[in-house]
């Protein structure tokens, strides 16, 4: 199967409507993988209470597992920054942006520091 960017985007809209639903979460989800292409870990930017929600819903199992995915087909397909970036989660919908190393540090970073 051949890469499709849309396809990232449709995968996390289903993620959307099945965990998030009406639930007014914002925030950043900063991703990273290894070497061997997996992912490795990822900062989340949310508030304590964003957090606890969605990891009792499994909300952030689901989306490790999906990113994890994600990125493993990325590398299948040969695609450029396929190791990092951000998912954007800003109330019910979620946003991926694939990001060069750099910049997915630099993001992470900064975000820490505020």
Known sequence: MSYTP??????????ASQYLGNTPV??????????GERLSHASWQLSQKDQRRLQESG?????LELLDDLISHR???????????????EKNQLNIQW????????????????
């Not at 849309?6 to 993620?15: C, I, P, T």
């Not at 950043?28 to 993988?33: L, M, R, S, Y």
Request: glycine residues 4%.
């Open 6 to 15: 849309s396809v990232d985007q449709e995968r996390l809209a289903q993620l």
């Open 26 to 35: 914002t925030g950043d989800v900063i991703f990273f993988a290894d070497e």
């Open 99 to 114: 990001l060069p190393l750099e910049e997915a540090q630099m993001l992470r970073n900064q975000r820490k520091a505020s």
């Open 59 to 63: 909300f952030k199992s689901a989306l």
């Open 75 to 89: 590398a299948s397909q040969h695609q450029a920054n396929l190791c990092q970036g951000v998912v954007n989660i």
